[in-house]
């Protein structure tokens, strides 16, 4: 059955670990084929021939029209790979990310000269001599993307409207050098300055682009606001203006009543992009009320936006116009686009909140870009060195033998299904996978050879020390690594999404999870000796709950549980242990002990190997109404589980459900942004198929998941209970 399965997820593996193995002899790139597109063309555009491809894509036949949206793997004639997208693209869009929401941004040219290339004249050479760029040369000649320089070549090169130096630098009277408090995050000091967190990176690029950390102490350089110091403008109020065609700094100097000076000061991102631009949307400060200091503990903020009314935040919020009056004293003159509110700390509702700002839910299939393409890097052990593909009772015994491959297989083939999905969205996405083969060497290797440069994120490894090696070789390009099945690591990886939620996390959800569920109930727990922390928690949690202590022989005294159960409150039963037998004793009691008069539900914070045990009953688990956190759930039947079953014919496991999960996620947010950081950090909690996720920033390491389930047996079946 597992033959079934995997064959042909190791097929399509192998064709595509055929990257890492020839990386030397061959290379490759791949090509989504678009409505119209032919065999014929595509070999034409690539330079290669029809059968070179055909050899790559088992799923194609030659005279066969092909499907838009297909993904192939195209051999390259001469080693290089061929990339559709240009560096240019990739550099516009790294300018999006700061800012213009509109799309890519890139100097336009105020003309062109032509230069004949010289016999050993290089890229490098050229655009020193005419003061401009590798990739400018390479925007204009797209031919330079897939041929080498050659000798007599006709270059297109653009001339720019050079700028003034003394333009470009800063005027030391609009900034100032802020230090850092203690307790301060970038949010609530950009806030205090009336700026946004891109204008602040670009103030100070020497700020991690991965990790979110202040050091108390540190120096900032910050527009200077109206006023002589920052301390006169803390309570300082902004509305947010929308720059009209034609725009003059005159004319926004007669409107508002500030100098040019004033306005850029106030608004970085002029500068950074080379001026006023026609939709962008400024902060102009009003009329000052005194609101008191951004205070993040016992406050969220949220920033009004366009059409918003009072009654719309009322509603949203589920405050009082009062009470949001009296936190907000400046709406008494109005709401405006643009403001900052102050809201209680302990607010819920359908928002999310990151780092004390409410962040409204962002459906992420509606907000993709579909000029971003996403270039992945898969590192798995599939042990392809120890399976032998025409032997199928020892693939099969390898499979069930090695977690490694299992567990690399599942992942992958969800991911396949994923990168399917993603695609009819109309994403392209650059991928590239090897295998890891468990060997840490093997890995260091791979590393040395893939230029790391412009790569979106990596999947994998699962091994421990091949994760903490690529995360410090990625951490120096930027780039995000995403690990599939770890929660934690003993080193500080800042730019690790460790994507299974902690057993901590799960224990604060159960405990969470109970006592706003819980009224009179009275409480038990019984906990073997290497669960005693968990108890001690739990009594913290629960004053007054009842401990029963398991004898030498790992069983409960009957009479003694027996004179605690309440005859007049539901009985609610944590059991903590890793012990099979424990399980299977107190079931069996608990369930016996069950009549009209006691009722009983067990619960535990750490539903591990035991409790799935032969010998545990599962009806038992079922009287009891046994209820557990879990970091996934089942999968629904969604087009997922339809799409697995086309493309592999069989249903997929946990794993290759994880894999669907995680790549889907991954691939909506670089949609969305084409940067996993400051798209986790702009979206909350997203949940898929089978699995959620909701990552937090840790001071001193990576970004972890803090979502789970909470599931529960009802019925003989096992459900999701919502919160």
Do not use: C
């Amino acid at each position: 059955m597992l033959v079934k399965i995997y064959s042909k997820v190791i097929i399509t593996t192998v064709f595509l670990l055929l990257l890492s193995f020839n990386a030397i002899a061959q290379k490759f790139t791949t090509h989504s084929v678009k409505a119209g597109e032919t065999l014929e063309s595509i070999s034409k555009r690539y330079k290669v021939s029809e059968q070179g491809i055909l050899n790559y894509n088992k799923e194609i036949k030659k005279g066969q029209p092909l499907r838009a949206n297909t993904i192939l793997v195209i051999p390259t004639a001469n080693g290089t790979v061929v990339k559709k997208d240009s560096v240019t693209e990739v550099t516009a869009l790294l300018q999006a990310l700061k800012g213009n929401e509109a799309g890519p941004h890139q100097r336009q040219p105020i003309g062109y000269i032509s230069h004949r290339t010289k016999r050993k004249e290089t890229l490098f050479g050229i655009s020193k001599r005419y003061d401009i760029s590798e990739d400018d040369i390479k925007r204009y000649n797209k031919e330079l993307y897939s041929v080498q320089l050659k000798k007599g070549m006709i270059l297109k090169i653009p001339k720019y409207k050079r700028v003034d130096p003394a333009e470009k630098a800063f005027i030391e009277d609009n900034y100032e050098i802020y230090t850092v408090q203690p307790k301060e995050t970038r949010w609530s000091i950009a806030n205090k300055y009336g700026i946004t967190i891109d204008s602040l990176l670009v103030l100070n690029p020497k700020l991690s682009k991965i990790t979110d950390y202040l050091s108390s102490g540190q120096e900032l350089l910050l527009p200077k606001l109206l006023g002589s110091s920052i301390k006169d403008q803390e309570t300082q109020l902004y509305n947010s203006y929308t720059v009209p065609p034609k725009q003059t700094f005159y004319s926004l100097e007669k409107k508002f009543g500030l100098t040019s000076s004033e306005i850029i000061a106030l608004n970085p991102e002029i500068k950074e992009r080379g001026g006023l631009k026609e939709g962008m949307v400024l902060r102009i400060p009003v009329q000052k009320v005194e609101t008191g200091e951004v205070n993040i503990e016992n406050y969220n903020f949220y920033e009004v936006k366009p059409k918003q009314t009072e009654f719309s935040l009322t509603r949203k919020f589920g405050v009082t116009y009062k009470e949001l009056l009296d936190l907000n004293p400046e709406l008494k003159d109005g709401l405006k686009a643009g403001m900052v509110l102050k809201l209680p700390k302990a607010q819920t509702g359908n928002f999310d909140v990151k780092n004390a700002l409410i962040l409204d839910k962002i459906n992420l299939k509606d907000s993709i870009n579909k000029l971003n393409r996403p270039k992945l890097l898969f590192l798995l052990p599939f042990r392809l060195d120890r399976l032998d593909l025409n032997d199928n009772v020892a693939t099969k015994n390898a499979i069930e033998n090695r977690k490694d491959v299992k567990y690399s297989l599942g992942l992958y083939s969800g991911a396949m299904v994923a990168l399917d999905s993603i695609a009819k969205l109309g994403i392209s996405v650059d991928v590239k996978t090897y295998d890891t083969q468990l060997d840490l060497n093997r890995t260091k290797g791979i590393l040395q050879r893939e230029n790391l440069i412009g790569v979106s994120a990596i999947f994998g490894p699962l091994e421990p020390q091949s994760l903490k090696e690529v995360a410090m070789q990625a951490a120096e390009y930027g780039v995000p690594v995403v690990a599939p099945l770890t929660e934690k690591s003993d080193l500080s990886l800042n730019n690790v999404f460790f994507t299974l939620p902690s057993e901590k996390v799960m224990v604060d959800h159960m405990m969470t999870y109970v006592e706003g569920l819980r009224t009179k109930e009275n409480i038990v727990i019984i906990a073997d000796q290497k669960n005693k922390s968990t108890e001690s928690a739990l009594m913290m949690k629960f004053p007054g709950a009842k401990i029963v202590a398991l004898k030498e022989d790992r069983t409960v005294d009957i009479d003694k549980i027996s004179k605690i159960l309440s005859l007049e409150n539901e009985n609610w039963v944590f059991l903590e242990t890793d012990q099979a037998n424990v399980v299977y004793h107190v079931g069996s009691l608990l369930n016996s002990l069950i009549n009209k008069e006691i009722s009983i539900r067990l619960f535990t914070t750490d539903k591990n190997k035991a409790f799935d045990s032969e010998v545990v009953s599962y009806s038992h688990l079922s009287n009891l109404r046994f209820t557990y956190p879990s970091p996934s759930r089942e999968a629904e039947d969604n087009g997922f589980l339809k799409a697995y079953r086309n493309k592999y014919g069989s249903d997929p496991d946990a794993y290759a459900v994880r894999g669907f999960d995680l790549t889907m996620d991954m691939l909506l947010k670089l949609a969305y942004k084409n940067d996993l950081v400051i798209a986790s950090k702009l979206i909350g909690e997203t949940e898929y198929t089978g699995n959620k996720f909701n990552y937090n920033k840790d001071i001193s390491s990576g970004y972890y998941n803090r979502a789970s389930y909470i599931l529960g047996y009802e019925n003989m079946r096992m459900v999701e209970l919502k919160d």
